[in-house]
């Protein structure tokens, strides 16, 4: 029995998730928020364990202030005896750009690699780097693996993943399409094999990661053939607040108009658009099903997102020349009744029913189509923490 952290460093947050590997049960999860910022009303540190929540507020400098409660908080809970009972360390990183198709053990050369990935994701790879020396810091005897989320993509074929933009931008600054929510991509598509009782390397999957951030994957044998996020994560689907893709000159127009620097105009798209930018409401699809039949920005919200849905799910089946499962995950994914069904009923004509029933399903992998439907669709709760630790305990076992 192997103790495995599975991390996810932010700027100022830290998730985390203990599983005993290989039995892959959790032990304790959490969060620590308000790191290096002022705290706030409310309880900044929360542990689950053995179905407690034990929450408290305080402050931290840094993220290493912040980890070493975590871990005195595991010992005192009785979670770890010794620090050096966790044996590995997963984190997630957020831009493996071309260097990275998958996850790797951390020493110096990948941390610094993660480091000068930085200019593709500028709020993450920073803190995620922390995070890592942290960590190497404190319990240094410790295996720690970096986990890509654009490294499951890295099989996509060029025809996939260039712009049409002058081919010198891709050479000299690597401007490409990277995707991301990598993790969960590969994880639910492993899982519908298994689930299908199907070779994954004979399938060919189209995967809805549809939570706050949101993407569609088309899966090929087991690999990333396309993906709908970009450059970075704010292209392809409606999401909680960022646009999903856009034509480049309204952005420009819109800035000009309105007279917003660079800054300003790509925050509006992160933060101001999507869901929340169209609703005028909330960036909470949960909020904009409850008002849908009497707030008519909510509706129209709610239907550009599951149109742009049936859109790439279209692209996809078409690219893959053929679906055999459609695949639901993520916050949206597996909890909203009433989206899924919204996405299925758009698909009749393919020859694919819901089984309205199995729709109403939660919390385990479900097959939400009819037996006779042309198309599988199926409801897989994602578990990017799983996946991360499993990939942790293979190269620890590779060492
Ligand atoms: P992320 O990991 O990208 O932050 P999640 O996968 O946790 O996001 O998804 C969070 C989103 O899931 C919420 O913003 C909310 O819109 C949506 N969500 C959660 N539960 C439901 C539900 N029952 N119905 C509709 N949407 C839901």
């Known amino acids: 029995m192997t103790k495995i952290l599975a991390v996810n460093a932010g700027s100022s947050s830290l998730k985390f998730k203990l599983l005993e590997m290989p039995e892959e049960s959790v032990i304790a999860e959490g969060v620590i928020e308000r790191i290096g910022v002022d705290l706030d009303q409310d309880n900044n540190v929360t542990i689950k364990f053995n179905g407690e929540k034990h929450k408290q507020r305080k402050h931290f400098d840094n993220h290493e202030q912040a980890i070493n409660l975590m871990l005195n908080q595991f010992k005192e809970l009785g979670i770890v005896k010794d620090f050096n009972d966790i044996k590995g360390i997963g984190h997630r990183v957020v831009a493996g750009g071309e260097w990275f198709n998958k996850s790797v053990l951390v020493n110096d050369e990948v941390l610094k690699k993660i480091e000068r990935l930085a200019s593709y ?5 920073p803190a995620n780097a922390l995070g890592i020396k942290a960590f190497s810091k404190i319990i240094p005897d410790a295996t720690e693996v970096a986990v890509f989320d654009t490294a499951f993509h890295q099989t996509m074929p060029r025809e996939n993943y260039l712009y049409a933009v002058p081919y010198e931008y891709y050479t000299k600054y690597g401007v490409r399409r990277y995707g991301a929510h990598g993790t969960s991509h590969k994880y639910v598509s492993e899982q519908a094999a298994k689930f299908l009782n199907k070779p994954l390397d004979q399938l060919k999957l189209i995967t809805l990661h549809l939570g706050a951030g949101a993407s569609v994957a088309a899966i090929k044998n087991g690999k990333s053939f396309d993906t709908s996020m970009g450059f970075s994560p704010l292209a392809g689907l409606i999401m909680g607040t960022r646009s999903g893709d856009v034509d480049y000159s309204l952005v420009d127009y819109v800035k000009n108009k309105e007279g917003l620097s660079d800054e300003e105009i790509l925050n509006i798209l992160n933060h101001k658009s999507g869901l929340l930018g169209i609703s005028t409401i909330s960036s909470d699809m949960r909020d904009l099903l409850d008002v849908y039949d009497t707030n008519d920005h ?35 994914g597996e909890n909203s009744v009433p989206i899924r069904k919204m996405v299925v009923e758009k698909l009749r004509f393919l020859g694919i029913e819901l089984n309205q029933e199995a729709n ?13 439907s042309k198309i599988k669709v199926l409801m897989i709760p994602t578990n990017e923490e799983l996946e991360i630790a499993r990939d942790v305990e293979n190269l620890m076992q590779a060492k």
């Open 121 to 125: 994701a500028p709020l993450h790879n």
């Open 360 to 372: 109403e399903q939660r919390g385990k992998d479900t097959l939400i189509s009819t037996e006779d």
């Open 298 to 332: 909510a509706k129209l919200a709610v239907d550009m997102f599951v149109d742009r849905v049936v859109e790439y799910i279209g692209r996809y089946y078409f690219e893959l020349q053929g679906a055999d499962a459609i695949v639901f995950t993520a916050g949206i």
